[in-house]
């Protein structure tokens, strides 16, 4: 007669089990927590400085020196360049000396005017000549005035000649040599400021009303594009450019924000519709999975299992992060070219 084991087997196992669970895992282990992500678009922008602009001469006059060059960090209010003085300065002292005079003829009307007023009411002298002496007071306040202002003017234009920094930046371009005559709204320098930045991304048509509905973003850091900058404000374009069907939107970084540089290219995230909730294992692993996701544009994570797993391996050859690209999933770019080729990351929605 045979010998029955299964009801053996399953008695073994059942009084072996709370030995198995009491005992640790050989493997890490996490604590499955419900989140809801918002559920993103990859596109690439462009940082471009807020300020940047060209400082022009104001008056006319020969550049005498030229302080700084290229690539030189400016404060704000440091002068840049000099022009000769000599014609400005000699004007300046012209108007002065005609104020002087001016002032001189005032006090001369007022006083006048004053005898003849008080004379006048005592009535010894006529009307007309009470006249007379009110209108050559008012003429000399007049001149009076009217050398002030050009005393103001004299100033103004020998301050011309010397051109301090606008902002705190960096000179970008030298348009003039020292020696060179210029004129009036003759370029000198071309700087721009690190202070305040922006990314300016091109969103496809498809995706730009739930872009503008959320009005949120981020710009992804390299090298690994794990850590973002929340965006501090966004702008968006009325219009499609006519050729490509794309809107033009402002992501304006917080001030004073160096870990972006302008003219590179950076990846950022818009969100644009909502995901369902989901549960997580919260771990570092698993945050690393989220910002592969986030680059490869991938709106719909997986469920991840309670414990660390190996990140998700996107198909080769494929980067739908891109503008324009019709789907969310799929493999992200190159790691080793994040640096040259930035992307910003778009919210299709939450997801868990």
Excluded: W
């Excluded at 440091?78 to 005032?106: C, D, M």
């Excluded at 006529?126 to 006249?131: T, V």
């Excluded at 007071?137 to 301090?164: C, H, M, P, W």
């Excluded at 989901?278 to 999975?289: F, K, L, P, V, Y």
Aim: with cysteine; glycine share 8%.
């Amino acid at each position: 007669m045979p010998i029955p084991t299964r009801p053996l087997l399953l008695c073994c196992l059942l009084t072996a089990a709370p030995a198995l669970l009491a005992a640790e895992p050989p493997f890490p282990v996490a604590e499955v927590q419900r989140q809801t992500l918002p559920d993103e678009q990859v596109l690439d922008g462009v940082v471009e400085a807020v300020n940047q602009s060209t400082v022009s001469a104001q008056t006319a006059g020969q550049v005498e020196d030229i302080m700084v060059d290229v690539n030189d960090f400016v404060p704000a209010g440091t002068p840049i360049v000099r022009i000769r003085n000599i014609e400005q300065r000699a004007g300046l002292e012209q108007a002065q000396a005609s104020l002087r005079e001016a002032q001189a003829r005032h006090i001369e009307a007022e006083a006048e005017y004053k005898r003849i007023k008080d004379i006048y009411q005592r009535q010894l002298v006529s009307r007309a000549q009470m006249d007379s002496a009110t209108a050559g007071f008012n003429a000399a306040k007049a001149r009076l005035d009217a050398a002030q202002a050009g005393v103001a003017q004299a100033k103004e234009s020998l301050g011309y000649t010397t051109i301090n920094a606008p902002y705190s930046g960096i000179v970008l371009e030298r348009h003039v040599q020292r020696g060179e005559a210029v004129q009036p709204g003759k370029a000198l320098l071309t700087g721009f400021s690190l202070d305040e930045l922006r990314v300016v991304a091109d969103i496809p048509q498809r995706l730009i009303v739930p872009v503008r509905k959320h009005g949120q973003a981020r710009v992804l850091l390299p090298p690994d594009n794990k850590n973002s900058i929340a965006a501090a404000k966004l702008i968006y374009f009325p219009y499609a450019d006519p050729q490509s069907n794309v809107f033009k939107v402002r992501v304006y970084l917080p001030p004073k924000n160096r870990r972006s540089l302008s003219g590179h290219v950076r990846q950022g995230c818009f969100p644009s519709r909502r995901g369902q909730p989901t549960d997580r294992a919260e771990t570092s692993i698993g945050a690393a999975r989220r910002s592969q996701r986030c680059l490869r544009g991938q709106g719909r994570p997986r469920h991840p299992a309670a414990g660390p797993a190996r990140p998700d391996r996107g198909r080769r050859g494929r980067n739908p992060g891109r503008v324009g690209a019709g789907r969310t999933g799929g493999a992200g770019p190159d790691p080793s070219r994040r640096l040259s080729e930035g992307t910003a990351t778009t919210h299709s929605g939450e997801v868990g």
